[in-house]
């Protein structure tokens, strides 16, 4: 089986833009849950999808957004973009819900912001 | 809420050594608990999982963790440590019922030198 993609791989954009990030899951793995990762907070939860509905959201700012397809697929978008967006962007997948699955991550998408 | 430690930054080893990294946890109810790795410029990997049942649970590579419910410890442990085994290794908590977010520790640095 094919692992989790994330499109694109390497970003760069400037302060003020947006910028949309994509990610397929493992087939047959309906949920989808997004992750920020950077060296002084670490691993920290964006937000979680199932059914095209979000279940969860973390702390953090409305300029973060997301949504997922019928096929499960999914996007974040982050609007107005600051210097403090840039991290490492890594989406999971897995078979629901429960919270016994365990998520698999892709190879993330790293977002710089100039 | 619910958080994870890892008290070490860096764990060093020799090869053929037997290795451990800590995790201690805080949920308010009962956890799932998970250990994922990273390798430079990749996602994370899982490892293993303690959903319920033996407190020593086996996962992928040799590595094997064991659930101390008293001291709220989920320490990942393999017999003989590997040069290969160096990565970047995170402990993970969700708390039965919090959905699929996931909350992960500061990571741990595992040298293993030959």
């Known amino acids: 089986k094919a692992g989790v993609t994330q499109t694109p791989r390497y970003l760069i954009k400037t302060r003020g833009q947006q910028v949309t990030l994509s990610c397929s899951p493992i087939?047959?793995?309906?949920?989808v849950s997004w992750y920020q990762q950077t060296p002084g907070q670490g691993l920290q939860f964006l937000f979680e999808y199932f059914s095209e509905t979000q279940r969860n959201k973390g702390n953090f700012p409305g300029r973060f957004s997301g949504r997922q397809f019928s096929n499960s697929r999914s996007e974040m978008n982050v609007s107005t973009l600051e210097l403090g967006d840039s991290a490492l962007y890594l989406c999971a997948s897995s078979l629901g819900p429960e919270g016994a699955y365990e998520q698999y991550f892709g190879p993330g998408t790293r977002l710089t912001v100039t | 809420a619910q958080s994870v430690a890892q008290p070490e930054d860096q764990v060093n080893v020799a090869e053929g050594n037997p290795l451990t990294v800590k995790c201690t946890y805080s949920v308010s109810g009962n956890p799932y608990l998970f250990w994922y790795v990273q390798y430079p410029n990749r996602g994370l990997q899982f490892l293993l999982k303690y959903i319920t049942g033996d407190n020593l649970v086996k996962g992928s590579y040799g590595f094997e963790a064991e659930f101390n419910k008293s001291q709220t410890s989920f320490h990942l442990k393999k017999p003989s440590a590997l040069v290969s085994d160096s990565a970047l290794y995170f402990c993970a908590v969700r708390d039965m019922g919090a959905g699929n977010m996931l909350t992960f520790g500061g990571g741990t640095r595992l040298m293993v030198k030959p």
């Open positions: 087939s047959g793995h309906r949920s």
